[in-house]
C-alpha cells in the first residue's frame, strides 16, 4: 500500500509550494470568482466578498488537493490506481483526476452520502472510478479505503491529511489574494470551512507566509467539532458522536498532519463552530437572495460569519467551499432553519372529550399568525382525553410566549416538546 499520508514526518507548507501547485493546475482547474456581496455586507458591517468554488468543475475546492496529488504520483503509482474515502466532495475531485489522467480509481463514500454526489462521482469518473458504498461516516469509509489499498497496492488520495491535498487545497488563498490585490483590496479576515482542517491548513499556510496580518477564522458544525477537539486533547482525538448533516464537514477526528499546522499558528487562528440550523438559514439566505446553491459545508463560513466581531469595514472573504446539495434534503433545511429561528415548535396536546375543544384551540390559544403543519390525533384508550401531537410555525418568534401563555390558561393539556429530546429530534429529522 502506498498512502500519500505523511503524519510522522510532515513538512511544513509554504506559500511557495502552494504557488507551484498552483502554476501546475492553473492548465486544468481555473480559477474561481471573488463576488462582493451586498447583503452581507449590510447585515454584518463587514466589506464582504465570497469566493465561489461552488463554481468549480465539480462544484467544490476538492479537487484542488485531488488533482495536484494524484498529478504527482510516478508510472508505478498510477498504474497501481488509487483509492479513496470522502463524503463526496473529494470523492469527485479524485474521479475527475482519474478520468482526466487514466488512471483507475475505488471510491468508497458512506452509506448516507446524498444521491445527489453519488451520481456527479460516476459522471466525473466515468469507466475509470467504482464507488462503493460502505459504513455510517467517513471514517467508516477511510477505514475500507484503507484495506482495499493494503491489499490491492493502490496509492490513498488523502481528502486531508496528507501534504499534497493541503498543498492543493492552499491554491484557493493564493487565488484570494491575488484577486483582492487586482481589486487594491487588503485581507483582513478570512472564513474558513472545517472538516479534517485540509483547506483550513493550507489557507494558514499560505498567509502565515504573505499577509501574516490577515485573521483566519474557522468555522466547525456544532455537530462534528473535530478541530476544537483535538486542540483541547493537545492532538487528534475521536469524537464520541457525530452529527452527519454537514456532510461535507462531517469529520469524527481531524488529521495529524493538518493538526500541526494548525497548531503552529494558533496566533493567527479563531475557531468558531455554528448550529446547524444556522447553517440551513444562510443556506436558504443565499439561494433566495444570491442564487447560491450552496451544500451545508458550502454555507458554513457565511454562518461563521456572525460568530465573531471584527473592526466595521474590514475586508473579509467566506468560503463558499461546495455547491453539491440534493434538492431532496430541502425539506429538512427548511425545518431546521425555522426551528433554529425560533419559530417552529411541536406540542402533545390532550384535548378533553368535549365538543368545540379544537375549535377552542384554534380560535383562543392560536395566535393569529400561527399556522398548525403538523396535527396528528394519537390512539389511546383512555375515554377521558384526545392526544394529539401538533407542530406549530409562528408568524414571529417573540410570538412563543404569548402562545405558552394562553396554553397555560386553557383547560386543554399542552406539553412543549423540548430540542434534545429523542422524541423532538425524531421529528426534526423526519
Same mark, same amino acid.
Given at each position: 500500500m502506498t498512502?500519500?499520508?505523511?503524519?510522522?514526518?510532515?513538512? !511544513?507548507?509554504?506559500?511557495?509550494?502552494?504557488?507551484?501547485?498552483q502554476?501546475? @493546475?492553473?492548465t486544468? @482547474?481555473? !480559477?474561481?470568482p471573488?463576488?462582493?456581496?451586498?447583503?452581507l455586507?449590510?447585515?454584518t458591517?463587514y466589506e464582504?466578498?465570497?469566493?465561489?468554488e461552488?463554481?468549480?468543475d465539480?462544484r467544490s475546492? #476538492?479537487?484542488?488537493g485531488?488533482?495536484y496529488?494524484?498529478?504527482?504520483?510516478?508510472?508505478?503509482?498510477?498504474?497501481?490506481g488509487? $483509492?479513496a474515502a470522502?463524503?463526496?466532495?473529494?470523492?469527485?475531485g479524485?474521479?475527475?483526476?482519474?478520468?482526466?489522467?487514466?488512471?483507475?480509481? #475505488?471510491i468508497?463514500?458512506?452509506?448516507?452520502?446524498? #444521491?445527489?454526489k453519488?451520481?456527479?462521482i460516476?459522471?466525473?469518473?466515468?469507466d475509470?472510478? *467504482? +464507488? @462503493?458504498?460502505?459504513?455510517?461516516?467517513?471514517?467508516?469509509?477511510?477505514?475500507?479505503?484503507r484495506?482495499?489499498?493494503?491489499?490491492?497496492?493502490?496509492?490513498? =488520495?488523502?481528502?486531508?491529511?496528507?501534504?499534497?491535498?493541503?498543498i492543493g487545497?492552499?491554491?484557493?488563498?493564493?487565488?484570494?489574494?491575488?484577486?483582492?490585490?487586482?481589486l487594491?483590496?487588503?485581507?483582513?479576515?478570512?472564513? $474558513?470551512?472545517?472538516?479534517?482542517?485540509? &483547506?483550513l491548513?493550507?489557507? &494558514?499556510?499560505?498567509f502565515?507566509?504573505?499577509?501574516?496580518?490577515?485573521a483566519v @477564522?474557522? +468555522?466547525? !458544525?456544532?455537530?462534528a467539532?473535530? /478541530?476544537a477537539a483535538?486542540?483541547?486533547?493537545?492532538? !487528534? =482525538?475521536?469524537?464520541e458522536?457525530?452529527d452527519?448533516?454537514?456532510?461535507?464537514?462531517s469529520v469524527?477526528?481531524?488529521?495529524?498532519?493538518t493538526?500541526? =499546522?494548525?497548531?503552529?499558528?494558533?496566533g493567527?487562528?479563531?475557531?468558531?463552530?455554528v448550529?446547524?440550523?444556522?447553517v440551513c438559514?444562510?443556506?436558504?439566505?443565499?439561494y433566495?437572495?444570491?442564487?447560491?446553491?450552496a451544500?451545508p459545508a458550502g454555507a458554513l463560513?457565511?454562518?461563521?460569519?456572525? *460568530?465573531?466581531? &471584527?473592526e466595521?469595514?474590514d475586508?473579509?472573504?467566506?468560503?463558499?467551499?461546495?455547491?453539491?446539495?440534493d434538492?431532496?434534503r430541502?425539506?429538512?433545511?427548511m425545518?431546521?432553519s /425555522? +426551528?433554529h429561528?425560533?419559530?417552529k415548535?411541536?406540542f /402533545?396536546?390532550?384535548?378533553?372529550?368535549e365538543p368545540?375543544?379544537?375549535r377552542?384551540? &384554534?380560535?383562543?390559544?392560536?395566535?393569529?399568525?400561527?399556522?398548525?403543519?403538523?396535527?396528528?390525533?394519537l390512539?389511546?384508550?383512555?375515554?377521558e382525553?384526545?392526544a394529539a401531537?401538533?407542530?406549530?410555525?409562528?408568524?414571529s418568534?417573540?410570538?412563543?410566549?404569548?402562545?405558552?401563555?394562553?396554553m397555560?390558561?386553557?383547560?386543554?393539556?399542552?406539553?412543549?416538546?423540548e430540542?434534545?429530546t429523542?422524541?423532538?429530534?425524531y421529528?426534526?429529522?423526519?
Amino acid at each position: 500500500m502506498t498512502t500519500t499520508t505523511q503524519s510522522q514526518e510532515f513538512e !511544513p507548507v509554504h506559500a511557495s509550494d502552494i504557488q507551484a501547485a498552483q502554476a501546475r @493546475i492553473s492548465t486544468v @482547474i481555473a !480559477p474561481t470568482p471573488l463576488q462582493y456581496c451586498p447583503r452581507l455586507s449590510d447585515e454584518t458591517g463587514y466589506e464582504v466578498y465570497l469566493k465561489r468554488e461552488d463554481l468549480q468543475d465539480v462544484r467544490s475546492y #476538492k479537487i484542488r488537493g485531488a488533482y495536484y496529488a494524484i498529478s504527482n504520483l510516478n508510472e508505478q503509482e498510477r498504474a497501481a490506481g488509487v $483509492v479513496a474515502a470522502s463524503a463526496g466532495n473529494h470523492a469527485q475531485g479524485v474521479a475527475y483526476a482519474c478520468r482526466t489522467m487514466g488512471i483507475r480509481g #475505488k471510491i468508497f463514500v458512506p452509506n448516507k452520502t446524498p #444521491k445527489q454526489k453519488r451520481d456527479r462521482i460516476a459522471v466525473h469518473g466515468g469507466d475509470m472510478v *467504482e +464507488v @462503493i458504498l460502505t459504513g455510517a461516516t467517513f471514517d467508516e469509509a477511510s477505514a475500507a479505503a484503507r484495506a482495499e489499498a493494503e491489499a490491492t497496492g493502490a496509492t490513498v =488520495i488523502e481528502p486531508f491529511d496528507a501534504r499534497d491535498t493541503v498543498i492543493g487545497q492552499g491554491t484557493v488563498a493564493a487565488e484570494i489574494l491575488s484577486q483582492l490585490t487586482t481589486l487594491g483590496k487588503n485581507l483582513d479576515a478570512i472564513f $474558513v470551512p472545517v472538516g479534517g482542517g485540509g &483547506l483550513l491548513s493550507g489557507v &494558514l499556510s499560505y498567509f502565515a507566509d504573505m499577509t501574516p496580518r490577515t485573521a483566519v @477564522i474557522g +468555522v466547525e !458544525p456544532a455537530g462534528a467539532k473535530s /478541530l476544537a477537539a483535538a486542540l483541547d486533547n493537545r492532538g !487528534p =482525538i475521536a469524537l464520541e458522536q457525530v452529527d452527519t448533516f454537514v456532510d461535507g464537514a462531517s469529520v469524527g477526528k481531524t488529521g495529524q498532519a493538518t493538526y500541526q =499546522i494548525v497548531e503552529s499558528n494558533l496566533g493567527r487562528l479563531h475557531l468558531v463552530d455554528v448550529d446547524e440550523g444556522a447553517v440551513c438559514t444562510d443556506m436558504l439566505d443565499l439561494y433566495q437572495s444570491e442564487g447560491i446553491i450552496a451544500e451545508p459545508a458550502g454555507a458554513l463560513s457565511v454562518a461563521g460569519l456572525r *460568530e465573531v466581531n &471584527l473592526e466595521e469595514g474590514d475586508v473579509v472573504v467566506a468560503i463558499i467551499s461546495g455547491g453539491n446539495n440534493d434538492v431532496l434534503r430541502y425539506a429538512e433545511i427548511m425545518e431546521r432553519s /425555522l +426551528v433554529h429561528r425560533g419559530l417552529k415548535h411541536y406540542f /402533545l396536546v390532550n384535548f378533553p372529550q368535549e365538543p368545540g375543544q379544537l375549535r377552542h384551540f &384554534l380560535n383562543d390559544i392560536l395566535g393569529p399568525e400561527d399556522d398548525i403543519t403538523l396535527f396528528e390525533y394519537l390512539k389511546r384508550n383512555n375515554r377521558e382525553t384526545g392526544a394529539a401531537l401538533v407542530g406549530i410555525e409562528l408568524g414571529s418568534a417573540s410570538d412563543l410566549s404569548g402562545l405558552l401563555a394562553r396554553m397555560n390558561e386553557s383547560r386543554i393539556d399542552c406539553r412543549q416538546l423540548e430540542p434534545d429530546t429523542p422524541e423532538y429530534e425524531y421529528l426534526v429529522s423526519n
